[in-house]
């Protein structure tokens, strides 16, 4: 009789039990597959080892500290059809293959927020996704593929998300009609990279410590506006701001500061380039067969060298302030009678003879430069520079100069280098 009740006893134990340890186990991705449309799957705090796929109009929301990871050779997450809400979760991809994202989104009408990634390659793919929304987001990548990375994807918007350590933070292909808002990007390629797309918005962005704080190129009607990119110097040749085969683009109230090179326009036309902040950067800005560009009411200062162009005419630039031209106001409009010429002679020189970066702005070098002047359609030229700027610097010029300072010191050591094995083979 009493093994017959402890047996009863064991047995009603184990009925108890084995539900809790049957909803222990279930997957995530059942969770997923029993949840009715337009429902809510909570998961609680946990790590959770599996690949997920989300098809169907549906939330995933963490409760708590709440990890997806795999490391098998599909995304991590995967998001199709429409209204799919991804929120509140850490997801880890380890996979090994190339180009793998941790998240890869198509469809239409997503949201992904407050998701922190951790990738091996790409971190977030939207793919021919649309009216998708990114936002509170971090991405950590290992510099094999890019941050987020959209691909024929239209009218998404991106906005207050960090990335760090991408092959590009936040790469654009053939997507047109989207929002880069009030992101922060860092140790990566190029910082934004828009390819072929037309109508983006690149506004109040962070971009900074990249090869180049961003790449536009190849697009039209584009906005990049009150943006900062500063300190991109990771490469000679590092850029602010890179615009290539750009029509019809407005930048505008940007901070491009303690860059290599502020802005370097290529192939750019019919442009506007108004109430940009282009401070102590090595170069102010470089043009190369640029035309019909407008530039106007922007501030350089603290650059070691203002400007630089080369076959590029017909660019109007009028009423910028430049803390190196001379000043004479005559008709009280806050405008100088005498144009200020940028003339690229010493970069010309140091480009076939490097080890003449010693004399920069020495005597000598500048009585040179007075008496063999370049080529007019090699010199950039204000007509009216302005008396005073039309903005106030916020940076605290100590530390650009400082990076500046670097700069010209590494630049000295490799010319003495340059010299001594020279006069060593000698």
């Known amino acids: 009789m009493r093994r017959g009740i402890d047996h009863g006893l064991l047995a009603a134990l184990l009925l108890l039990v084995f539900p809790l340890l049957v909803g222990a186990e279930e997957t995530v991705q059942a969770r997923i597959d029993e949840a009715s449309a337009y429902g809510v ?15 169907k109009p549906l939330t995933l929301e963490g409760i708590g500290e709440v990890t997806i990871r795999s490391c098998g050779q599909s995304p991590v997450i995967s998001v199709f059809g429409r209204h799919v809400v ?25 949201v992904i927020h407050d998701v922190h990634v951790k990738a091996r390659h790409r971190g977030i793919q939207l793919d021919q996704a649309h009216h998708v929304t ?10 094999s593929g890019n941050g987020i990375d959209l691909w024929e994807s239209t009218q998404n918007v ?24 009030s992101n922060h990007i860092a140790y990566s390629r190029y910082g934004i990279h828009v390819m072929f797309s037309n109508r983006i918005i690149v506004r109040n962005n962070v971009s900074e410590k990249n090869v180049a704080g961003a790449m536009v190129m190849g697009t039209e009607q584009t906005i990049v506006e009150q943006n900062v ?17 750009a029509k019809k683009t407005k930048v505008r109230n940007n901070r491009m500061v303690a860059n290599r090179v502020g802005m ?35 501030s350089f200062i603290g650059n070691v060298y203002d400007g630089q162009a ?12 430049w803390d190196a031209a001379s000043k004479l106001d005559v008709t009280g409009k806050g405008e100088s009678a005498i144009p200020y010429r940028m003339d690229p002679f010493f970069l010309a020189l140091t480009a076939r003879i490097p080890e003449y970066q010693l004399f920069f702005h020495s005597p000598g070098m500048i009585v040179l430069q007075k008496l063999l002047r370049s080529p007019d359609e090699q010199v950039l030229t204000d007509d009216a520079p302005l008396i005073e700027t039309p903005m106030v610097t916020k940076d605290d010029p100590s530390q650009p100069t400082i990076l500046l300072y670097v700069i010209s010191a590494g630049m000295i050591i490799g010319s003495l280098t340059g010299f001594i094995k020279g006069r060593k083979r000698a």
């Open 310 to 321: 080369v076959r590029s005419a017909d660019n109007v630039i009028v009423r910028n302030y």
């Open 41 to 55: 799957v909570r998961l609680p705090s946990g790590v959770y080892d599996e690949a997920i796929v989300l098809s």
């Open 229 to 245: 990119f500063t300190r991109n110097l990771q490469h000679v040749h590092s850029q602010g701001l890179l615009l290539y085969d």
């Open 264 to 298: 370097y326009v290529e192939r750019a036309h019919d442009n506007e380039l108004t109430g940009n902040d282009v401070s102590y950067n090595f170069i102010g800005m470089q043009w190369n067969e640029s035309s019909n560009n407008h530039v106007s009411d922007n």
């Open 158 to 181: 991106i906005h207050d998300t960090a990335v760090a350590h991408g092959k590009d933070g936040i790469y654009i292909e053939n997507s047109h009609n989207n929002r880069v808002v």
């Open 86 to 110: 991804l929120k509140h979760i850490r997801v880890i991809s380890c996979g090994k293959t190339s180009d793998l994202a941790a998240v890869y989104v198509t469809g239409s009408d997503h």
């Open 134 to 143: 990114v936002s509170h987001c971090t991405i950590q990548g290992e510099k």
